[in-house]
């Protein structure tokens, strides 16, 4: 079977990582990649969102299957072009992917379906925005409504902070996905990531995950596209993961074909378990970045076959098996991340830290250039390890970040400390 990868991130190189392993597979594709997933798949030169272009690919090469690692090209319709173009893909089409696309969409769809979120509102004007805020107090979390790749939620602490995004956003921050924002009341609690195979009516859980989304340690500064995840997480226990399944994912599977938009692929449920129980932040509509990485580490079964029977209504023989193992998967990001960085720099030891065989690097913004391999974006690997403990994970994940080096490399140092405090009642 020819395999078709969409995407050019650490997601991409762990999914398609993965189904390098399955023995349905004949060749593997990938549009477009890094230098991490070009030694496992042959490259493709055509961008993840140049949708007319990837049809015309896929048919030409008579690919079997096309998986879609990120929102944008499903959001822009990529599944509807290649469902009518009679090729088989793995992906919401646009008209479900709306659940990620629009904020907005998302809000009220949960409300609609009592699906438990924070309290909100809509707004598509400053001064109405401005009343709530005033009305609501901080701290207060704002968010574009439209994709702005991890950097469209602002959680404000002061009213003028608050009053300033709003303005900032209403005046173009992120264009056309900010013309419209939600307001939402400030949640505490830890967040865990919580996502399934899904067919329109029903799912396949994978392993539970954790992702860290703030830059610096302590979960401090800016938002990122995420800095490093672990699997499984102890903050979802197994009555916890009850209630997200009948709370939550299967009522937004039930209410979104009641809307006309069946979902099939992967859904992600974005949460927040703390004192006023558990809440949704967002749906995503696809795999997370890193959280994938140490999630197919521990994926024993065969992913390859797992979409193949989704895509051919045979999700009741879908039965992934997990590794008893822990996972951890470390992001190191180019110097300025997530704000402005160079790139460009050589990447060495690699090699040295892949000799634990218990050691994976995921690369995601890489090139090579003169036959080297250098950085090419803000997250550039996500280093990942396996451990019989969570500890041991984090020791050996360690180990191997400190043999890697590229100028202004940095990373968070404490991936995995939630659930170990939590597994140690620290
Ligand atoms: N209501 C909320 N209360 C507290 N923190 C929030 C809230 N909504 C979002 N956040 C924080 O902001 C991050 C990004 O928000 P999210 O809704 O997931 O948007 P996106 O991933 O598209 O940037 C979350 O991972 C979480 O850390
Ligand atoms: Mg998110």
Do not use: C
């Amino acid at each position: 079977m020819k395999v078709l990868v969409v995407g050019n991130g650490g997601r991409e190189h762990a999914l398609a990582w993965k189904i390098k392993q399955s023995p349905l597979l004949s060749k593997l594709y990938v549009a477009k990649g890094n230098a991490g997933i070009w030694k496992i798949a042959q490259k493709v030169d055509i961008n993840p969102t140049d949708v007319e272009k990837l049809v015309d690919f896929a048919k030409r090469e008579k690919i079997n299957l096309t998986v879609v690692g990120p929102e944008q090209p499903l959001s822009e319709g990529i599944v509807d072009a290649f469902e009518k173009a009679g090729l088989k893909i793995f992906g919401h089409r646009k008209n479900a992917a709306i659940l990620e696309a629009s904020k907005v969409f998302a809000k009220n769809f949960m409300k609609k379906y009592n699906i438990p979120t924070a309290f909100y509102e809509t707004f598509d004007n400053e001064d109405d925005a401005i009343e709530f805020i005033k009305k609501m107090g901080t701290p207060i979390v704002i968010k574009a409504d439209g994709l702005a790749a991890g950097k469209g939620v602002v959680i404000a602490n002061t009213e003028e902070e608050a009053v300033e995004t709003v303005k900032s956003m209403f005046r173009g921050l992120f264009g056309e996905a900010s013309k419209r924002i939600v307001i939402e009341e400030f949640l505490e609690g830890e967040e865990a990531s919580y996502i399934a195979m899904v067919d329109g009516e029903n799912l396949v859980p994978m392993a539970t995950s954790q992702d860290h989304k703030r830059v610096f340690d302590g979960d401090k500064g800016p938002n990122t596209g995420g800095m490093g995840a672990y699997s499984p997480t102890p903050v979802i226990t197994p009555e916890i993961e009850k209630q997200i399944l009948e709370k939550i994912m299967y009522p937004t599977l039930k209410g979104m074909k009641a809307e006309g938009r069946p979902m099939r692929g992967f859904l992600y449920a974005g949460l927040m378990i703390g004192p006023k129980g558990i809440n949704v932040l967002e749906f995503n509509v696809r795999m997370g970045d890193p959280e994938t990485q140490p999630i197919m580490r521990r994926l024993r079964s065969d992913l390859l076959q797992h979409m193949i029977d989704i895509l051919d209504g045979k999700i009741e023989q879908v039965t992934p098996q997990w590794s008893e193992d822990w996972s951890i998967g470390v992001v190191m990001a180019s110097k300025g991340y997530p704000g402005k960085y160079e790139k460009g720099f050589e990447i060495t030891g690699i090699d040295k830290a892949e000799k634990d065989p218990d050691i994976v690097v995921f690369h995601a913004g890489t090139d090579i250039k003169e036959g080297k391999i250098v950085t090419a974006g803000g997250r550039v690997l996500t280093v990942t390890a396996t451990g019989k403990t969570l500890l041991e994970a984090k020791e050996k994940v360690y180990r191997a970040v400190e043999k890697i080096h590229f100028e202004g490399a940095h990373y968070r140092k404490d991936i995995g400390d939630k659930g170990l405090k939590r597994l140690h009642h620290l």
